[in-house]
């Protein structure tokens, strides 16, 4: 951020303190223009009152001027044509920013608006262009009026540059969403929520697939961060905030996760050096602000008490302070602006780490992720002792979480696969609690149900209705029909397997297939399969990667062979969507935290200096 806008800012702020309108006499005037005397008189009084030199800030009010003038003709032609005006900003990391008034009738589809901003910046492809107006990305496919925006409004639009092109921006990001929409609707559970000590989340199914999409953007964004590709960053993490919407918004604002969100939006738009969103900025903010807040304590004296000063959560807490800090600055609230910078310096004094320290852990065989939260987390003359017990305590905290909830997780699948719809849902902790009192799991399940899977509710129905409950029990199921076991036993499927498949599908045999195919822990199974059908069907030379396109016309895949194909086919791509996925995602579970810290620390001391001039 350069003096100028400093200054312009500031001069900004008196102009609209004083209720002075630049597009009104004395200033302007229809017949004549600008009054250039009235403006150096002006420029002559701030320049006294502010201590900046006469010329710049006639500059300021000059552009000032100019700028009502354009919104007050836009107005003008709104109203008599109903043609909205956007004032679109392109980011361009390599030529920096591009702004362009760009017209469009508030009717039209948010398509045509890309069309008029590609045909207006001389780009090959309308649909490469993606508009950003108040923290949304605008639908291509509904009215601009819908989507509530707004004549004189400011967007960002993002196209990609450079080896980022706009194509190849455009392509990651639908490959990308693909992937996490496939990732999260398998049946084999490839990804699941845990809180912060490895112990799983378990919700309602709907939101839980929500929330799953919307934290595997999240993660994708994050390693878009950390190549400090923030395009791509600010696009898919504007897609999670999409799917989070979906969710129960007292839920939302009760977990680390949405105001995680939220901060690293506002990371994106500053990275971007976007002070054109600046009211979302602000509401982002205050959204992460009331979580912490609520999560840590007013002062976060309830984070302290628990897991004591050296937290490594403060890298957060620092981070919000100082985009707290610029947002203040940019609304011309310099005290308070200059109040957060003083407490995110603060932090970072404290958050700094000895590199002579973190390089002996590296050497140890530590990650680097890991030895820097160890380091920020530890105090004391044996900081190198005490960072490899954090390290180690905590690892064993995972394994032994994870190593619980083994039972939760695998009585969740069956619940998942059991339950039809998401009034059925079960909480499958609370039936692992009710069984481990004594009550049959059945039972149990019937209960939490009809409880709406209120746990003492269901305990006080287990105790007086359990023969009302019992009746309500699943009728036994029907036994697999033998024929359509020896079908599947042809196939290769294992034959408790095959009967346990049958019945749970009705001896539907498609079901079942399906059922048999997602039941395998492998890609590895899966390929065995599919190679040893395809040779049941003749076509043992074709790809198995491809589509089913050829066969031997000696022996066609009958019905049931193709239905093993097409299903072996989706879990086999299922997998290679979480290998794209999971390839630039860290392993390390606290890496949110780990915050270097190094551009945090540039940005502060950029601004701390501009409120010294």
Same mark, same amino acid.
């Given at each position: 951020?350069?003096?100028?806008?400093?200054?312009?800012?500031?001069?900004?702020?008196? &102009?609209?303190?004083?209720?002075?309108?630049?597009?009104?006499?004395?200033?302007?005037?229809?017949?004549? =223009?600008?009054?250039?005397?009235?403006?150096?008189?002006?420029?002559?009084?701030?320049?006294?009152?502010?201590?900046?030199?006469?010329?710049?800030?006639?500059?300021?009010?000059?552009?000032?001027?100019?700028?009502?003038?354009?919104?007050? @003709? @836009?107005?003008?032609?709104?109203?008599?044509? =109903?043609?909205?005006?956007?004032?679109?900003?392109?980011?361009?990391?390599?030529?920096?920013?591009?702004?362009?008034?760009?017209?469009?009738?508030?009717?039209?589809?948010?398509?045509?608006?890309?069309?008029?901003?590609?045909?207006?910046?001389?780009?090959?492809?309308?649909?490469?262009?993606?508009?950003?107006?108040?923290?949304?990305?605008?639908?291509?496919?509904?009215?601009? @009026?819908?989507?509530?925006?707004?004549?004189?409004?400011?967007?960002?639009?993002?196209?990609?540059?450079?080896?980022?092109?706009?194509?190849?921006?455009?392509?990651?990001?639908?490959?990308?969403?693909?992937?996490?929409?496939?990732?999260?609707?398998?049946?084999?559970?490839?990804?699941?929520?845990?809180?912060?000590?490895?112990?799983?989340?378990?919700?309602?199914?709907?939101?839980?697939?929500?929330?799953?999409?919307?934290?595997?953007?999240?993660?994708?964004?994050?390693?878009?961060?950390? #190549?400090?590709?923030?395009?791509?960053?600010?696009?898919?993490?504007?897609?999670?905030?999409?799917?989070?919407?979906?969710?129960?918004?007292?839920?939302?604002?009760?977990?680390?996760?949405?105001?995680?969100?939220?901060?690293?939006?506002?990371?994106?738009?500053?990275?971007?050096?976007?002070?054109?969103?600046?009211?979302?900025?602000?509401?982002?903010?205050?959204?992460?602000?009331?979580?912490?807040?609520?999560?840590? =304590?007013?002062?976060?004296?309830?984070?302290?008490?628990?897991?004591?000063?050296?937290?490594?959560?403060?890298?957060?807490?620092?981070?919000?302070?100082?985009?707290?800090?610029?947002?203040?600055?940019?609304?011309?609230?310099?005290?308070?602006?200059?109040?957060?910078?003083?407490?995110?310096?603060?932090?970072?004094?404290?958050?700094?780490?000895?590199?002579?320290? &973190?390089?002996?852990?590296?050497?140890? =065989?530590?990650?680097?992720?890991?030895?820097?939260?160890?380091?920020?987390?530890?105090?004391?003359?044996?900081?190198?002792?005490?960072?490899?017990?954090?390290?180690?305590?905590?690892?064993?905290?995972?394994?032994?979480?994870?190593?619980?909830?083994?039972?939760?997780?695998?009585?969740?699948?069956?619940?998942?696969?059991?339950?039809?719809?998401?009034?059925?849902?079960?909480?499958?902790?609370?039936?692992?609690?009710?069984?481990?009192?004594?009550?049959?799991?059945?039972?149990?399940?019937?209960?939490?149900?009809?409880?709406?899977?209120?746990?003492?509710?269901?305990?006080?129905?287990? +105790?007086?209705?359990?023969?009302?409950?019992?009746?309500?029990?699943?009728?036994? #199921?029907?036994?697999?029909?033998?024929?359509?076991?020896?079908?599947?036993?042809?196939?290769?499927?294992?034959?408790?397997?095959?009967?346990?498949?049958?019945?749970? @599908?009705?001896?539907?045999?498609?079901?079942?297939?399906?059922?048999?195919?997602?039941?395998?822990?492998?890609?590895?199974?899966?390929?065995?399969?599919?190679?040893?059908?395809?040779?049941?069907?003749?076509?043992?030379?074709?790809?198995?990667?491809?589509?089913?396109?050829?066969?031997?016309?000696?022996?066609?895949?009958?019905?049931?062979?193709?239905?093993?194909?097409?299903?072996?086919?989706?879990?086999?791509?299922?997998?290679?969507?979480?290998?794209?996925?999971?390839?630039?995602?860290?392993?390390?579970?606290?890496?949110?935290?780990?915050?270097?810290?190094?551009?945090?620390?540039?940005?502060?001391?950029?601004?701390?200096?501009?409120? +010294?001039?």
């Amino acid at each position: 951020m350069s003096h100028l806008d400093n200054i312009f800012i500031q001069v900004r702020a008196r &102009l609209q303190s004083e209720g002075v309108k630049l597009w009104e006499e004395p200033y302007y005037s229809e017949d004549l =223009g600008s009054v250039e005397g009235a403006l150096e008189n002006l420029a002559k009084e701030y320049s006294n009152i502010m201590g900046f030199e006469m010329c710049r800030c006639k500059f300021i009010l000059t552009e000032l001027q100019e700028n009502a003038l354009r919104k007050l @003709a @836009a107005r003008r032609e709104y109203s008599s044509t =109903g043609v909205a005006t956007f004032k679109v900003r392109r980011i361009d990391k390599h030529s920096g920013a591009t702004m362009v008034d760009i017209k469009c009738d508030l009717n039209a589809l948010g398509s045509d608006l890309q069309a008029a901003i590609a045909e207006k910046l001389q780009l090959p492809n309308a649909e490469h262009v993606k508009c950003i107006a108040a923290g949304r990305v605008v639908s291509s496919n509904a009215s601009l @009026a819908d989507q509530l925006l707004r004549n004189n409004q400011q967007l960002i639009v993002i196209v990609g540059d450079g080896d980022n092109s706009g194509e190849a921006l455009y392509e990651r990001i639908n490959r990308i969403k693909a992937d996490v929409q496939a990732v999260v609707s398998s049946q084999n559970r490839l990804i699941e929520m845990e809180d912060q000590n490895g112990s799983p989340v378990f919700l309602p199914p709907a939101e839980n697939r929500a929330l799953l999409i919307g934290l595997g953007f999240s993660e994708k964004a994050h390693a878009a961060m950390l #190549r400090e590709d923030y395009e791509e960053a600010l696009l898919l993490l504007l897609e999670a905030d999409q799917s989070f919407a979906t969710c129960d918004s007292q839920f939302l604002e009760s977990v680390d996760n949405y105001a995680l969100l939220n901060l690293d939006i506002v990371w994106c738009y500053l990275c971007l050096k976007n002070v054109t969103q600046l009211p979302d900025a602000d509401r982002r903010l205050a959204i992460c602000g009331r979580n912490f807040r609520r999560s840590y =304590g007013e002062n976060f004296e309830r984070l302290y008490s628990m897991k004591g000063k050296a937290c490594p959560e403060r890298a957060l807490i620092m981070r919000l302070q100082l985009l707290q800090g610029v947002v203040m600055f940019h609304q011309n609230r310099r005290d308070e602006a200059f109040e957060r910078f003083e407490a995110a310096n603060s932090l970072l004094r404290e958050l700094k780490i000895n590199g002579d320290q &973190l390089a002996l852990l590296v050497e140890m =065989g530590f990650e680097p992720a890991e030895a820097r939260l160890a380091l920020r987390s530890c105090s004391g003359v044996n900081k190198i002792e005490l960072a490899v017990q954090f390290i180690q305590e905590r690892r064993r905290q995972l394994k032994d979480a994870r190593k619980q909830s083994k039972a939760e997780r695998a009585l969740q699948r069956r619940l998942m696969r059991s339950n039809a719809n998401d009034s059925e849902w079960v909480n499958p902790r609370s039936v692992c609690t009710l069984t481990e009192m004594g009550f049959d799991g059945g039972l149990a399940t019937v209960a939490l149900q009809r409880c709406k899977n209120d746990l003492p509710k269901a305990l006080e129905l287990l +105790q007086t209705e359990a023969d009302v409950l019992r009746a309500a029990l699943p009728r036994n #199921r029907v036994p697999s029909d033998q024929d359509k076991l020896n079908q599947l036993l042809q196939l290769g499927f294992k034959e408790d397997n095959s009967r346990v498949a049958l019945e749970n @599908a009705s001896n539907n045999i498609e079901r079942a297939i399906e059922s048999l195919l997602r039941a395998f822990q492998s890609e590895d199974e899966l390929k065995e399969t599919l190679e040893r059908v395809s040779r049941m069907a003749g076509i043992e030379g074709q790809n198995w990667d491809g589509p089913s396109t050829s066969r031997a016309p000696t022996a066609p895949p009958s019905p049931l062979i193709e239905a093993v194909l097409k299903h072996a086919r989706s879990e086999i791509e299922t997998y290679k969507a979480y290998e794209r996925f999971n390839a630039d995602i860290s392993q390390n579970d606290m890496d949110y935290l780990d915050l270097p810290l190094v551009q945090e620390e540039k940005v502060l001391h950029e601004y701390l200096n501009l409120l +010294q001039q």
